[in-house]
């Protein structure tokens, strides 16, 4: 890639990162934004995506177990079904002319999710029945590792919407099963001898850096709606980009 594009991207991943990173997110979804957008070919989208995705779930994890918001109970059912349906999922290949409009709607659902999504005050909350996180989470990890998308983008909503988990217990739950389903993923696709782009090194070092500077900022409560809206544009003019290009 050209240095002149290459500059504008390191910084859009930088940003996302940053953005991301506020709310626990790895930013699958948003990175796939940014290659869309720098109109990078979709064969690259999923296992640069799960790379980044490592970094900054990393980070996220991190920061938010050491503020102790991690529960386990709510966590594992979904991570044991969603870790080897990951894997599959990376290890399969879709043709552009499938890959381009699935990641597209991906992408616009994600918006508007994202759009969405409130802050919940304090609420009484119950985690799921055990049965209900494993399918869950066998469908979020194949969708995972199929698309590059990290599947945290879906089980934060979900979590949320149905009172599962806190919004702080739900950023952290998010974080990992990111993270885990990242690496299943990015392992899957390795596996299907698929090459990481040349140019990915630089675009951790944006994410790395902005992962960082993203959970500090987030640990000192800036405006998750905001944030939210801004990511919500970001994505849905990737998004139509895929569908209408």
Do not use: D
């Not at 960082?212 to 544009?233: A, D, E, K």
């Amino acid at each position: 890639m050209i240095l002149e594009l290459l500059i504008p991207m390191l910084f859009c991943t930088l940003l996302v990162a940053v953005l991301y990173s506020c709310v626990g997110h790895g930013g699958a979804s948003g990175y796939i934004a940014v290659l869309a957008l720098f109109s990078v070919a979709p064969e690259v989208f999923k296992p640069t995506a799960l790379t980044l995705n490592l970094l900054v779930a990393g980070i996220a994890t991190f920061s938010f177990a050491r503020a102790g918001h991690f529960s386990w109970r709510l966590f594992w059912p979904f991570a044991a079904t969603s870790i080897p349906f990951s894997f599959l999922g990376g290890y399969l290949t879709l043709p552009s002319h499938i890959y381009r409009p699935l990641v597209g709607v991906l992408l616009l659902l994600s918006a508007s999710r994202l759009l969405l999504q409130k802050n919940q005050a304090s609420a009484r909350t119950t985690p799921p029945s055990t049965p209900t996180a494993l399918v869950i989470g066998a469908v979020l990890g194949l969708l995972s590792g199929l698309t590059g998308v990290g599947g945290g983008i879906f089980l934060s909503p979900l979590l949320l919407l149905f009172k599962w988990g806190e919004a702080r217990e739900v950023s952290a739950v998010a974080a990992l099963f990111i993270l885990v389903n990242s690496c299943a993923g990015l392992l899957g696709h390795l596996s299907g001898v698929q090459a990481i782009p040349s140019y990915a090194p630089f675009m951790a070092g944006s994410a790395l850096l902005g992962g960082v500077v993203g959970s500090l900022l987030g640990s000192r409560h800036l405006p998750v709606p905001t944030i939210m809206r801004v990511l919500s544009v970001v994505l849905a003019i990737a998004g139509f980009k895929l569908l209408l290009v």
